[in-house]
T-cell receptor
Framework: DAGITQSPRHKVTETGTPVTLRCHQTENHRYMYWYRQDPGHGLRLIHYSYGVKDTDKGEVSDGYSVSRSKTEDFLLTLESATSSQTSVYFC???????????FGPGTRLTVL | AQTVTQSQPEMSVQEAETVTLSCTYDTSENNYYLFWYKQPPSRQMILVIRQEAYKQQNATENRFSVNFQKAAKSFSLKISDSQLGDTAMYFCAFMKTGANNLFFGTGTRLTVIP
């Protein structure tokens, strides 16, 4: 499982509230990613990081921000949650050299 | 952006039989990677098999093998001797060399029938 944990695993929140999801890895991987999974869309990239304090946008970044202050943690923040952000969120890291991504267990977020 | 298409939303197979899941992709790149991920009801994403585009030989992992047709931009997954534990969503994914982020298809839900 590449030592990836996500917290919380489930969250229910209300529209307009801020939400932060945490991804923690123990393998010292440089690259980390946040994806969202929705029916009919597969997984889509939100943001990714290629090092401490180095981040970039993915395909569906609107309404999300990220931070990476240390190698092992990658935070995803919804500044003001909307119902369209109800989804399952996956964190992943990259095993460099073989270009394989390993995924965390996912966080199910429901915005009411 | 790269696109990955899985045209079979659902499939079923009898236990011990063989099933093939289809995937096509669109890219102008010459060097890239292709992957099949399995997502069982536990929701965990599990890498099943990978293929480097520069390799002509099809990848094989135990009961799982691929048919990679680069010119046709096709990457199908064959599961032999299907087992009940193979019941899951299967996602095809594309990674451009040097880019590292994955582009996923919409998935195929496979059910293995006892």
């Amino acid at each position: 499982d590449a030592g990836i944990t996500q917290s919380p695993r489930h969250k229910v929140t209300e529209t307009g509230t801020p939400v932060t999801l945490r991804c923690h890895q123990t393998e010292n991987h440089r690259y980390m990613y946040w994806y969202r999974q929705d029916p009919g869309h597969g997984l889509r990239l939100i943001h990714y990081s290629y090092g401490v304090k180095d981040t970039d946008k993915g395909e569906v970044s609107d309404g999300y921000s990220v931070s990476r202050s240390k190698t092992e943690d990658f935070l995803l923040t919804l500044e003001s949650a909307t119902s369209s952000q109800t989804s399952v969120y996956f964190c992943a890291t990259l095993l460099a050299g073989v270009n394989e991504q390993f995924f965390g267990p996912g966080t199910r977020l429901t915005v009411l | 952006a790269q696109t990955v298409t899985q045209s079979q939303p659902e499939m079923s197979v009898q236990e011990a039989e063989t099933v093939t899941l289809s995937c096509t992709y669109d890219t102008s790149e010459n060097n890239y990677y292709l992957f099949w991920y399995k997502q069982p009801p536990s929701r965990q994403m599990i890498l099943v098999i990978r293929q480097e585009a520069y390799k002509q030989q099809n990848a094989t992992e135990n009961r799982f093998s691929v048919n990679f047709q680069k010119a046709a931009k096709s990457f199908s997954l064959k599961i032999s001797d299907s087992q009940l534990g193979d019941t899951a969503m299967y996602f095809c994914a594309f990674m451009k060399t040097g880019a590292n982020n994955l582009f996923f298809g919409t998935g195929t839900r496979l059910t293995v029938i006892p």
